[in-house]
Nanobody, 122 residues
């Protein structure tokens, strides 16, 4: 129901755009997010919309470099990643479907999640 794409290998300073295509039943214009998990590290919230109001949220580590956006007509969530750093290397996942009382950067606050796409920065 959530399919990520766009990952790959890139040199430091480069850019990638990740896409997450959702089924009609899982896509939301106000509750979707991107997470990542590097080997040996906890999964962390990267960017997300949560609960309406149009507010976008970003992890401090990606502010000013990553941009989350949506294309509602195609049920697609994007993550534009610029000025990539080796520490951005991780498996990136998208998530959708807010649970009541959740917070944007907690994966458990979402009902659905994808299988992930690998991003490697060297």
């Amino acid at each position: 129901q959530l399919v990520e794409s766009g990952g790959g290998s890139v040199q430091a300073g480069g850019s990638l755009r990740l896409s997450c295509t959702a089924s009609k039943s899982t896509y939301s214009s106000y509750c979707m997010g991107w997470f990542r998990q590097a080997p040996g590290k906890e999964r962390e919230g990267v960017a997300g919309f949560y609960g309406g109001g149009g507010k976008t949220n970003y992890a401090d580590s990606v502010k000013g470099r990553f941009t989350i956006s949506q294309e509602n007509v195609n049920n697609t969530l994007y993550l534009q990643m610029n000025s990539l750093k080796p520490e951005d290397t991780a498996m990136y996942y998208c998530a959708a479907g807010c649970r009541n009382g959740g917070i944007w950067h907690d994966i458990l606050s979402y009902i659905y999640r994808g299988q992930g796409t690998q991003v490697t920065v060297s």
